[in-house]
């Protein structure tokens, strides 16, 4: 709790103020029994018209007051309940910045989006909705019964059984109801799993017809919650039953001994009307407060799921930080192992070394699974080495803050991304301050002014979401022109020319070259005419590297270039002939 009011320090006096309306509104409301037993008693015995009308001006006048208490309450309480989920939002999400790869690989999408709306939903409702009844009840409660034994208190000892009752019943159904809620949480971070999924795919399952599989899909996992939210409801419901139970019980029990001592003059009609109405109120009052700790019992269980996400430590830290900035982009890799879990039995990369020289062009290549995206994620920190080490501009890569270590890496990854607004707003996520002529020379390098000028309002041309209203080459082009505009010390392109032509390809890598020579480019490619100009070729299998070399000396001497390279449909040099035969007959002789 001592978490939770940390957001509420900005609301103090909202809460405040919404406090003090509940508890003299509850005052003014428990004064109006008693009006009407001094009617009933003296007004109407002695026949007192001026009394009557004196008394109901003072019923009309408290119930006025608690109406106008009423309004300003619920002013307050929606500015304070609001606020607090609004501020719990804000700092859940700022943390979620804060997270590296492998703790939004812990937390799952969907998971993350839940806690940040629905859990924090559930607790903003239960502020707007629990802060009345949670105050109001037990001033209610003490009064309320307080003022019952005044007026009788042998039949008020009614509530010495009345409440424990409840009571127990509330503790049972609460005890029963709180790891359901939790369940039912759960349920719905799979529901948004399978829509955020579909919604994604949305192509590939039309593409395939499969919809029914997707439906049936969905049906499985919305059933799922159905049955956790049927399970915690119809538990928590119980509550209004016994709470029912309890009270009929009551108030026959008081009918029936307060009428016996209105029979034997032991207590008047007003007495007892006004003793019936304390005990409504008392039984409303812990009618009210059994329904808040129900309240209370989820928003606990959204809030420990919050609490999961603000108290993750992110995984890469900026502990052992200078600072110091990226000056020329050279690139050494010391012996490095990776893997995504410590608990993994194998690394994804295995004693990886290699030397990359400030302004080289350099080129990865391998068969899939080769862990070659995963490399190229390594040198802006995206993951942390499991061993080893990485150095740049000859410091360790943890010297360099995160922000400056990225600042100076621009990188257009496997899946590119573009974001709702226009092709300017997108590109601008580069360089903010960018000037058209900028954004002009980084759209001519990336080849995008070949279709910016197709486009309906060119730059300003409204993207929709996920950039769906461009093409695949186009949206890469789009993507490779931002990092450009980025002015990095190193542009990595992971695999983010494949939807362009080989035509295009080459201009753009020609670009490159020619306007930015400085610059150390890393190039994650599939096809080896994307990077056969390359200073030098990195071939990585099964995450380890296999060869280092350029196109021409990789081709006459290793297989698995000479394999990719024969298979993009090209003939094989003379020289490589002659070696692969003096292979295949060293194999035999092997043999």
């Known amino acids: 709790m001592k978490k939770f009011l940390v957001y509420t320090k900005d609301y103090k006096k909202e809460l405040i103020l919404a406090i003090i309306c509940i508890e003299v509104e509850t005052v003014f409301e428990l004064i109006i029994p008693m009006i009407m037993a001094d ?43 609001n606020g607090i989920g609004a501020a719990i939002r804000a700092a859940e999400f700022k943390k979620m910045q804060t997270y590296s790869f492998p703790n939004t690989d812990k937390f799952s999408v969907p998971s993350l989006v839940t806690r940040l709306t629905s859990d924090v939903t559930t607790i ?12 109001r009840s037990p001033v209610m409660l003490f009064i309320a019964i307080f003022l019952s034994f005044k007026i009788n208190a042998a039949l008020a000892v009614v509530f010495l059984i009345a409440a424990p009752m409840l009571g127990i019943s509330l503790f049972f159904i609460v005890k029963n109801v709180r790891p359901l809620y939790a369940r039912m949480q759960a349920a719905v971070d799979y529901v948004n799993r399978i829509i955020q999924e579909n919604l994604a795919a949305i192509r590939v399952v039309k593409a395939y017809v499969r919809e029914d599989y997707e439906i049936a899909k969905f049906e499985e996992v919305n059933q799922n919650l159905r049955n956790n939210s049927e399970k915690a409801f119809s538990l928590a419901v119980l509550n209004m039953p016994a709470f029912q139970f309890v009270m009929y019980v009551t108030i026959i029990s008081i009918l029936w001994f307060g009428g016996n001592l209105v029979a034997i003059g032991g207590m008047k009609v007003g007495s007892l009307t006004s003793f019936l109405s304390y005990v409504l109120q008392v039984l409303n009052s812990l009618m009210m407060f059994s329904n808040v700790f129900l309240m209370f019992t989820r928003s606990l269980t959204s809030w420990r799921r919050i609490e999961e996400v603000m108290e993750e430590e992110p995984a890469i830290k900026d502990d052992l930080a200078k600072d110091i900035e990226m000056k020329n982009g050279s690139i050494r890799f ?9 608990t993994a039995k194998e690394y994804v990369l295995s004693d990886i070394s290699l ?26 920190r995206l993951y942390d080495v499991t061993a080893g080490n990485i150095m740049i501009d000859g410091h360790p890569i943890f010297e360099f803050t995160q922000r400056n270590l990225r600042d100076s890496i ?3 990854l496997q899946r590119n991304t573009l974001f709702s607004g226009t092709v300017r707003e997108n590109l601008l996520w580069g360089k903010e301050d960018a000037t058209p002529e900028e954004i002009e020379r980084a759209c001519r390098i990336a080849c995008v002014d070949e279709f910016i000028g197709r486009l309906e309002d060119g730059y300003d041309t409204e993207l929709g979401q996920g950039g769906v209203n461009v093409s695949g080459g186009q949206k890469q082009r789009l993507c490779i022109a931002r990092a450009i505009l980025k002015a990095p010390r190193v542009l990595i392109l992971d695999d983010s020319t494949s939807a362009v032509d080989t035509a295009t390809e080459a201009r753009i890598k020609e670009a490159l070259n020619k306007e930015l020579p400085g610059m150390t480019k890393i190039i994650v490619a599939q096809r080896i005419t994307s990077i056969m100009d390359a200073d030098q070729i990195i071939i990585l299998d099964d995450g380890k590297i296999n060869a280092i070399g350029t196109h021409e000396t990789l081709l006459k001497s290793n297989e698995i270039y000479r394999d990719i390279y024969s298979r993009e449909g090209n003939e094989p040099t003379s020289d490589s002939l002659d070696f692969g035969d003096c292979l295949r007959q060293q194999q035999g002789g092997n043999l």
């Open 334 to 342: 010391e012996h490095v192992y990776f893997k995504y879990k410590e």
């Open 410 to 412: 621009a990188m257009v």
């Open 355 to 380: 030397d990359i020289q400030s302004g080289q062009t350099v080129g990865i290549i391998g068969p899939t699974g080769s862990s070659k995206s995963t490399l190229v994620q390594l040198i802006p």
């Open 124 to 135: 903003q409702n239960s502020i707007t909705n629990g802060l009345r009844p949670g105050f």
């Open 39 to 81: 009617i009933i008693d003296v007004g109407i015995v002695n026949r007192d018209r001026g009394y009557i009308l004196w008394k109901g001006f003072q019923m009309v006048a408290c119930a006025a007051i608690s109406l106008w208490l009423g309004i300003l309450y619920a002013r307050f309480t929606a500015a304070c309940g």
